[in-house]
């Protein structure tokens, strides 16, 4: 069974642009969690969307949106990217509520 | 609120020492899980266990074992005889009814396994 992938892998940006980061999940889970590591604040939990639905979100700006599809592929969106963006964010998806998550390894942004 | 506390931000150790990571975690809520998280160089968090919160039974998978007590909010974690494949930042996480999915981490425990 394949595990969690995302893409790109390695992103730099500028200030000012957007970015938009994509996570295909384990087949078969509908949950999808997007969570942002720095070595600052640490993981820190962005959204979580089940079956094409928002369910939770963090405290997160505006600025950081995401959307799921119908076949549970997620992207998340970050727009007027700021330097303390750069970050490594981390998919995880989930069969079932509650029991364990299974990440991707990570899309590292760097915001110049 | 809930928060997860993990006061060792790194531990060096030497091969097959035992060693503990602890975890603290505070939560009103009665139903909660708990979890615990290996991120290796490579970066991708790879999961270890979770736990209920009905569930106080300690576990153990090999060299690792688990240690839950509701009376202490605690939830630490043993590796016994350590291996330098065990080096790594090792994160306790919490999630609580209600919320979902959402983890709330703690800021991890940098384990050094020196050969």
């Known amino acids: 069974k394949a595990g969690v992938t995302q893409t790109p892998r390695y992103l730099i940006k500028t200030r000012g642009q957007q970015v938009t980061l994509s996570c295909s999940p384990i087949s078969g889970h509908r949950s999808v969690s997007w969570y942002q590591q720095t070595p600052g604040q640490g993981l820190q939990f962005l959204f979580e969307?089940?079956?094409?639905?928002?369910?939770n979100k963090g405290n997160f700006p505006g600025r950081f949106s995401g959307r799921q599809f119908s076949n549970s592929r997620s992207e998340m969106n970050v727009s007027t990217l700021e330097l303390g963006d750069s970050a490594l964010y981390l998919c995880?998806?989930?069969?079932?509520?509650?029991?364990?998550?299974?990440f991707g390894p990570g899309t590292r942004l760097t915001v110049l | 609120a809930q928060k997860v506390t993990q006061a060792q931000t790194e531990i060096s150790v030497v091969e097959k020492e035992d060693v503990t990571l602890d975890c603290v975690y505070e939560?009103?809520?009665?139903?909660?899980?708990l979890f615990w998280y290996k991120q290796p160089p490579s970066g991708e968090l790879v999961f270890l266990i979770r736990?209920?919160?009905?569930?106080?039974q300690n576990e153990i998978s090999g060299r690792y074992s688990w240690n839950f007590q509701k009376s202490t909010s605690s939830f630490n974690f043993t590796i016994t005889a350590s291996q330098v494949v065990d080096s790594a930042v090792y994160f306790c996480?919490?999630?609580?009814?209600?919320?979902?999915?959402?983890?709330?981490f703690g800021a991890g425990t940098r384990l050094a396994v020196h050969p």
């Open positions: 939560t009103r809520d009665t139903t909660y899980y």
């Open positions: 736990r209920n919160s009905f569930d106080e």
């Open positions: 995880a998806s989930a069969g079932t509520t509650y029991n364990e998550q299974f």
């Open positions: 969307y089940f079956s094409e639905t928002q369910r």
């Open positions: 996480a919490l999630s609580h009814s209600g919320g979902y999915n959402k983890l709330i």
